[in-house]
């Protein structure tokens, strides 16, 4: 099992990226998939999961509020997820990771991308 991230980038504040993760080794529809992320000197943190079909998402509250900010989203038949990052800011800075799970609502993905770096300039 293989998971690509890319879409990685350095981008100033308020801009915008969009990640991909391809995934190859795993009949991908059966799988839940999430994105996490892991900044400089602290431990890694769920960003956002998506369910097998793509019905149900969830997010972590630093990237959803009043506007959110991500959004998680996926396309089964190329075997690929997604997450669209817009007003970035400089605390989203961090490897972002991709990660894929039979159990949607698991807590220990069973397998994870190489990461991605993004770097938010204030």
């Known amino acids: 099992v293989q998971l690509q991230a890319s879409g990685g980038g350095s981008v100033q504040a308020g801009g915008s990226l969009r990640l991909s993760c391809a995934a190859s080794?795993?009949?991908?529809?059966?799988?839940?998939t999430g994105w996490f992320r892991q900044a400089p000197g602290k431990e890694r943190e769920f960003v956002a999961r998506i369910s097998r079909s793509g019905g149900l998402t969830y997010y972590a509250d630093s990237v959803q509020g009043r506007f959110t900010r991500f959004t998680i989203s996926r396309d089964n038949a190329k075997n690929t997820v997604f997450l669209q990052m817009n007003n970035l800011k400089p605390e989203d800075t961090a490897v972002y990771y991709c990660?894929?799970?039979?159990?949607?609502?698991?807590?220990?993905?069973?397998?994870w991308g190489q990461g991605t770096l993004v770097t938010v300039s204030s």
């Open positions: 080794g795993l009949i991908f529809s059966s799988y839940a």
């Open positions: 990660a894929a799970d039979r159990d949607y609502y698991s807590a220990v993905y069973n397998y």
